[in-house]
């Protein structure tokens, strides 16, 4: 069955640095989505990405992030200069044309020291 | 009052029992309602989805939706202890990206 893939699975990065988080959608999916959960917390929506556009961010989304499709399978998180409230669990999510349901990744831990 | 609300738990249950999970919620646009198990540190395990009100049945489980109350629920029937897990409820509008609003999750835990 396929299944959303992430990569690193953990990444340990220094405040002030860049780090580029790795998703490989469901190869039919064309809708795309970040979210992140800090421990503890709830899962909250980031970034939602159709046609090689952001349709949609939330107010957590600042300058400090984007995202990318480099190519036909790749969709990538940046986080330009990490702060220690970065830290927490990146999920990515896709779905297809005309369904709702989102499948989701097993998550790219980011801790931010 | 937050968008989507979920008792946080921990619920422990025996094992075999049927075990209740269930989200309120205030925005009147969602359409869209799904359950995922989430283990720790894991990513949301998509469980049910359905849309607007009404039942909806896999295997030992069932999802109800009272859009009246704005009410959801998740019933687990002959509960594992591999079903010790988060459940997180999620839900979105029509219209739009069909961004999620998540629950904060209720832990359970079925004891054998």
């Known amino acids: 069955e396929p299944e959303v893939t992430q990569t690193p699975s953990h990444q340990v990065t220094q405040m002030g640095q860049e780090v580029i988080l790795r998703c490989v959608p469901i190869s039919n999916h064309l809708y795309f989505y970040w979210y992140r959960q800090i421990l503890g917390q709830k899962v909250e929506f980031l970034v939602s990405?159709?046609?090689?556009?952001?349709?949609?961010k939330s107010e957590i989304f600042d300058d400090q992030f984007s995202v990318e499709r480099p190519d036909g399978s790749n969709f990538t998180l940046k986080i330009r200069s990490t702060k220690l409230e970065d830290s927490a669990m990146y999920f990515c999510?896709?779905?297809?044309?005309?369904?709702?349901?989102?499948?989701f990744g097993p998550g790219t831990r980011l801790t931010v020291t | 009052q937050k968008e989507v609300e979920q008792d946080p738990g921990p619920l422990s249950v025996p094992e075999g029992a049927i075990v209740s999970l269930n989200c309120t919620y205030s925005?009147?646009?969602?359409?869209?309602f799904m359950w995922y198990r989430q283990y720790s540190r894991k990513g949301p395990e998509l469980l049910m989805y359905t849309y607007s009100s009404g039942n909806k049945e896999d295997g030992r489980f069932t999802a109800q939706v009272d859009k009246s109350s704005k009410y959801i629920s998740l019933f687990i029937r002959d509960s594992q202890p591999s079903d010790s897990a988060t459940y997180l409820c999620?839900?979105?509008?029509?219209?739009?990206?069909?961004?999620?609003?998540f629950g904060t999750g209720t832990r359970l835990k079925v004891l054998a």
């Open positions: 999620a839900m979105s509008a029509r219209t739009g990206t069909y961004k999620y609003i």
């Open positions: 999510a896709s779905r297809r044309e005309r369904h709702y349901e989102q499948y």
């Open positions: 990405f159709y046609n090689n556009e952001i349709s949609e």
């Open positions: 925005n009147s646009a969602f359409q869209y």
